[in-house]
């Protein structure tokens, strides 16, 4: 078979370096590993370089004698974050404002702002599925540590908890404890009935028409009594310091957003998943909206990210928004 001359560097490297292809097979896996756990995408872009720097921090004889590479990279990443997880506990108490997880966006919908998958390394791709949406992120920060991994290591990777109980240091006994005190957690946070995916986008696109119409009642009609919205500004941009709960005064934020702020572009986008609206202008992107939506298609939350620190992926496609 001839190799395409895209891919010959690559196995001649891994023919060099018989350790290279069991961590660039990994890589996407890690990726979507530590993202879920520390629900930032730089963080663990980071977790993923410290991994592969601990690989090769080893000598040739000690990484052969790793009967499975695959494995041994999964657990140091999973360690790491656990590490992380708790530090990251303490810095989000100095938080300015509300933390909301860094949001992803779907890369097949921003490649220099038309549809299309090239150029983007499917190692660096996110997997977005239920257990990537901006809810369950939201209520995995309610979790300890220990059941955050536990629950993602097994419930989402399909772990065994023998080998969790490596990666969190308490016996499969007590993971399998933890893993089921994060499923609890996760039962009393989220509703049990939610629109599928096509009632969501059309719910998030009447949001986005009664928005740019300015048009109150709308907004109210599309919002849950009790919706919530979050901001995350991060001390770096304007955005409230306290979650907005109540449809009224939420539409109304909107709507005095929509009479005095510039003029900016809003477009519907995919956000971690799930149908969302990115809003820019002059080519960058300024705030991303994720929604969750009831089986009643009413909103009940929005999530605004703002931090300009957690939108550098999104600024890829933002050329077209001027």
């Known amino acids: 078979m001839t190799i395409p001359s895209e891919q010959a560097p690559r196995q001649a490297d891994e023919q060099r370096d018989p350790g290279l292809g069991a961590i660039m097979s990994e890589r996407r896996q890690l990726l979507n590993l530590a993202y879920r756990l520390l ?17 090769y921090a080893m000598s040739r004889p000690q990484q052969e004698a790793i009967a499975s590479p695959g494995a041994w990279l999964t657990k140091v990443a ?14 989000r108490e100095t938080y300015v404002g509300q933390w909301i997880p860094e949001p992803v966006p779907d890369p097949t919908e921003w490649i220099n702002g038309s549809v299309g998958g090239a150029g983007v390394d499917p190692a660096d791709r996110i997997t977005l599925d239920e257990s990537v949406t901006m809810a369950f992120l939201v209520v995995f920060e309610s979790m300890t540590p220990a059941e955050r991994v536990a629950f993602v290591l097994h419930d989402v990777f399909r772990f065994p908890f023998a080998e969790v109980a490596e990666i969190v240091g308490r016996s499969p006994a007590a993971c399998r404890q933890l893993a089921s005190s994060a499923r609890r957690r996760i039962t009393a946070a989220r509703p049990e009935a939610r629109a599928d995916a096509t009632r969501r986008a059309s719910v998030v696109r009447r949001f986005k028409a009664a928005w740019e119409a300015q048009d109150i009642e709308a907004l109210v009609g599309l919002l849950d009594p009790d919706a919530t919205a979050v901001s995350d500004g991060g001390g770096r941009v304007v955005a409230r310091m306290l979650p907005l709960e109540g449809a009224e005064p939420i539409a109304r ?3 005095t957003i929509a009479r005095f702020a510039p003029p900016r572009t809003i477009l519907e986008r995919t956000v971690n998943g799930m149908p969302g609206l990115v809003v820019g202008s002059q ?40």
């Open 253 to 255: 934020l909107y709507l």
């Open 39 to 55: 629900g930032s995408l730089a963080d663990a872009e980071d977790v993923v370089q410290e991994t592969c720097a601990r690989w």
């Open 78 to 91: 999973g360690r790491i974050c656990l590490n992380l997880l708790g530090s990251a506990r303490a810095r």
């Open 283 to 322: 080519g960058r992107i300024e705030t991303v909206f994720a929604f969750e939506v009831s089986d009643a298609d009413r909103i009940t939350h929005i999530w605004a990210v703002r931090n300009p620190d957690k939108l550098h992926p999104w600024q890829r496609g933002a050329a077209s928004m001027r």
